[in-house]
């Protein structure tokens, strides 16, 4: 292919914690938020850098840098998935931390926000190491985790397996009795080992109500409609199969590896399999290779960005030929980008609301292992549908009172429960 699999290098990446304060601070003019609330969370609580050694396979030794940011915890414990990624950095954990708070906020989750994970590529290295990184990591955070302090989970990179090995490392090195409520100290686990049924569909399944709620919202029927998708993991794939249940055909896809189309629509269920057995959607028959702009180019009625952070800028968002933009990914538009759709009239459902099926059920989760209680798959999806259409209708109303666009809705709404518990405890001493 002519272009790029990547996107442009684009500045502003380095300033994700810096654009998440500019939303933050457009909102606290709407939400009348005193200039002591802006303070308190322009800064994370807590930034850990930790270095660690790790033997490898091959007998030698390699030193890791993790990091766990935690941002604030007004609301409850700090909670936030763990990343492994080669691109990690303190800033863009920092931003990511502080997008956890509002999401917890805007979902009424008492939880507070923290962001972490370890810099390296987890396919470069083999099983054994990657459980040996993944315990030396959790070993040497040691009380800075905790199932009544801060609550590790999936993100990118990790897995339920990921988490399996976290919670059993904290289990033997804390010296805890109650193995039950212990439990709680991760999610995202497997079912086996404490995890909840409904919890890897989760933000797929979120992004989905979050589609609904607004195809009824603007007439718009569903069925007959095309999708692309950048980013076919966890979220961007079990959107789609999703969405393929509702009559919602996908006719491109991408991911690090390379773009696909397929104008007749793509079997979702098979390709997330072949993604599962082979870690990208790279070489999958029966579709059609295509460059990045020509995927961003594709027609089609809704894009779902599920991929990395920034990835639509200006140039994609001129490119996009599509209704509807659902932020599946944290922070998958620039301000920049934002700024184009906007521009043309393409409507925008945030990442702030969009993926937090995930949060929201680890929250289930840490309930059910605080109270030794499983709850069937109908009981999560039951309450995650209301929680869901509870906040898109708080964020619904809010943009309609003040007439500003979602995100701005978003992130008032979350800042009103945090001024409303500052207001209420004041400030130590």
């Known amino acids: 292919m002519s272009d790029s699999l990547a996107p442009p290098a684009d500045p502003s990446r380095d300033r994700f914690f810096k654009l998440v304060q500019t939303y933050l601070d457009r909102a606290g003019v709407l939400a009348d938020a005193p200039a002591s609330v802006l303070t308190f ?14 033997r490898m396979d091959n007998g030698e030794y390699r030193m890791f840098k993790g990091y766990r940011v935690q941002h604030s915890n007004i609301l ?21 931390a502080s997008l956890m ?13 923290a962001k972490g994970g370890i810099k390296f590529d987890p396919r470069s290295v083999s099983p054994k190491e990657l459980e040996h990184i993944t315990r030396r990591f959790f070993h040497a955070l040691g009380s800075n985790i905790g ?7 999936t993100d990118m990179g990790t897995s339920p397996q990921t988490m399996a ?5 904290y289990m033997n090195t804390t010296g805890v009795v109650t193995k039950q409520t212990v439990s709680a100290v991760v999610t995202g686990k497997p ?7 409904g919890r890897v569909s989760a933000t797929g399944q979120g992004v989905v109500h979050c589609i609904v709620d607004w195809a009824s919202r603007n007439h718009f029927e569903l069925r007959g ?12 794939s079990n959107a789609s199969v999703l969405l393929g249940g509702l009559g919602v ?19 979702t269920h098979r390709l997330q399999q072949y993604v599962i057995a082979n870690g990208s959607i790279k070489g999958y028959r029966n579709a059609e290779e295509i460059s990045r702009n020509d995927f961003f180019g594709t027609e089609a009625d809704i894009f779902i960005p599920a991929a990395l952070e920034h990835q639509v800028d200006e140039a994609e968002a001129r490119l996009l030929k599509v209704e509807l933009v659902v932020e599946a990914a944290n922070a998958p538009c620039t301000l920049a980008g934002e700024q184009e759709l906007e521009r043309r009239g393409v409507h925008v459902l945030p990442d702030l609301l969009c993926n937090a099926g995930g949060v929201t059920v680890s929250y289930y989760e840490w309930v059910q292992n605080r109270s030794a209680q499983r709850w069937t798959a109908a009981d999560v999806e039951n309450k995650l549908e209301i929680a869901m259409k509870d906040a898109f209708r708080r964020m619904h109303d809010f943009a309609a009172d003040r007439d500003c666009n979602y995100r701005t809705a978003c992130y008032a709404v979350a800042l009103e429960r945090l001024m409303a518990t500052y207001a209420d405890r004041g400030v130590f001493p």
Request: glycine share 14%; with cysteine.
């Open 225 to 236: 409609k095309r999708s692309i998708v950048q980013g076919y993991g966890n979220v961007g």
């Open 41 to 54: 969370l322009s800064q994370p609580k807590t930034a850990l850098v930790l270095h660690f050694p790790v």
């Open 165 to 169: 090995w976290a919670m059993d490392t």
């Open 147 to 153: 199932p009544d302090y801060d609550i590790p989970a």
């Open 76 to 96: 409850g414990p700090y909670k936030g998935g763990m990343r492994f990624h080669p691109d990690c950095s303190l800033d863009h954990f920092k931003a990511l």
């Open 191 to 197: 079912i086996t080992s404490g995890g909840t049924h």
């Open 101 to 113: 708070t509002y999401k917890c906020a805007l979902m009424d989750i008492p939880f507070g926000g």
């Open 249 to 267: 055909s996908l006719v491109a896809v991408g991911d690090h590896s390379g773009y696909y189309k397929n104008p007749e629509g793509f079997n």
